[in-house]
């Protein structure tokens, strides 16, 4: 049997019809850019999130620089991260030349430990970027308390995260601003690149939107210094046909989990540790991501059986050849440095079959047996 980490074919092959009724409306109007697709998605993005805007964007990454900037934050100012996370996390901070400062994770949600994030505090933090990693959101409470204390703004990294709540919460309303990336792979995902800022300030918004399009406000007067990042109008259309399903291809990952979870407790008891659910959260398992001992070994053997798995993230953001400028060595951030080390994320969508997952299982029992 083959399973992939991912196939978006059964997806497509559902929804082709209203799909392509859809690009074709936009190219018979021809508006392409910034038109009535874009503007539906916001606001349906921004109600879904509890908060009154929405800033279409050309994908994740930008969409966390723009907010970046939209919060106020400059070239020598220091933002706190995790480093067990996507790049795009920590190069949206380099790129503005503000210093990413990084913080250990919580072993138990591979999420950013709000306890060590004070310590790493100085008179140049300007905001804190919480990673919802996995699908789960952070424990937002104490970040919130923190922020507040000392004056800084949450840009919320929710890329892999778009329908999860905490405490009833959803992502958005407890940042300054939420980042949402709709790359193909992620739980709601385009046909291409595109991504979207959520956040209830009204002057952030407009900030950002006139961010996204050079600066420019009126049209061809600058008074800040933007870029070309808008959320295409054909992919925005895309996302209007998919955006209504969400929830319930949420809900069905969230059922293969809970499915990955009784089996893999089952035969293989406590030689693999399954994803921790805090009760305070909605978990919409972007990725099913299990800690194992000799995780390499159980890798290449899996590809061997026809099962396909990713390792996120095999090389933490504070060891990489490009932040060595940053002086962190092997050691500093202990806990993310061995997730680094036994972190698996096994295939997840929510067209996998129930054989399928009995299939991934029965093959990593068969790795550990005779031990
Ligand atoms: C995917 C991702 C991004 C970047 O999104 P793009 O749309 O690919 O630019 C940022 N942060 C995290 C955690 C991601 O998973």
Redesign the pocket.
């Given at each position: 049997m083959k399973v992939p980490m991912l196939d978006l074919t059964e997806q497509y092959q559902g929804l082709k019809g209203q799909i392509s009724e859809a690009l074709d409306q936009v190219m018979s109007k021809a508006h392409f850019i910034l038109g009535d697709n874009v503007k539906s998605l916001e606001q349906d993005v921004a109600k879904y999130s509890n908060v009154g805007y929405g800033v279409g964007v050309a994908?994740?990454?930008?969409?966390?620089h723009i907010s970046l900037l939209g919060c106020g934050v400059e070239e020598g100012d220091e933002v706190i991260a995790p480093s067990f996370?996507?790049?795009?996390?920590a190069g949206a901070i380099a790129r503005i030349g503000a210093k990413p400062v990084f913080v250990d994770i919580n072993p138990k949600t591979f999420n950013i430990d709000p306890s060590k994030i004070e310590a790493a505090i100085t008179e140049k933090t300007k905001a804190i970027i919480p990673?919802h990693?996995y699908g789960q959101m952070v424990d937002m409470d104490p970040i919130v308390e923190i922020a507040k204390k000392h004056n800084l703004a949450i840009i919320e990294?929710a890329?892999?995260a778009i329908g999860a709540t905490y405490k009833g919460k959803s992502v958005g309303e407890l940042g300054t601003t939420a980042?949402y990336?709709?790359?193909p792979?992620?739980n709601l995902g385009a046909y291409g690149?595109?991504?979207m800022i959520v956040t209830d300030d009204a002057d952030i918004a407009e900030r950002m939107r006139v961010i996204r399009v050079h600066g420019s406000k009126p049209k061809y007067y600058h008074h800040v210094l933007g870029y070309n990042s808008r959320l295409d109008e054909l992919q925005a259309a895309i996302l209007n046909v998919k955006f209504p399903h969400l929830d319930e291809w949420n809900n069905l990952r969230h059922e293969k989990a809970n499915t990955y979870t009784e089996l893999l407790n089952e035969q293989l008891g406590d030689k693999v540790i399954t994803p921790y659910q805090d009760e305070n959260c909605h978990h919409i398992f972007?990725q099913y991501t299990i800690r194992v001992e000799r995780r390499d070994e159980l890798q290449a053997y899996l590809k061997e059986q026809g099962v396909e798995t990713m390792i996120y993230y095999p090389k933490p953001l504070h060891l990489q050849p490009v932040f060595s400028n940053l002086g962190y060595k092997e050691g500093d951030l202990p806990e993310t440095e061995k997730a680094c080390q036994e972190a698996l994320s096994l295939p997840m969508f929510p067209e996998l079959k129930s054989e399928q997952q009995e299939y991934v299982v029965s093959k990593i029992a068969s790795f550990y047996k005779g031990e």
């Open positions: 994908n994740g990454s930008d969409a966390l996370t996507f790049f795009a996390t990673v990693l990294d890329a892999q980042c990336s709709f790359f792979t992620k690149d595109a991504g972007h």
